[in-house]
């Protein structure tokens, strides 16, 4: 048996590409959509330790 072309090698990575592409796409179709907050806490950067323990007053917010 001969050695494929190049130009077959091109379009089998292609197809490839694609069909990942597209696995990609229904799996992502399928998963729910978290309409969830997207914004840390305050305690949940507490928790992390990027803020002190007291929360800010509105004033220090700005």
């Known amino acids: 048996m001969g050695k494929k072309g190049t130009s077959v090698l091109k379009r089998q ?31 949940d950067l507490r928790g992390y330790g990027l803020v002190e323990d007291e929360e800010p007053t509105p004033r220090e917010r700005h």
């Open 13 to 43: 990575r292609e197809l490839k590409k694609a069909e990942k592409a597209a696995i990609k796409r229904d799996r992502r179709a399928e998963e729910p959509r978290s309409d969830g907050q997207r914004v840390a806490s305050f305690d």
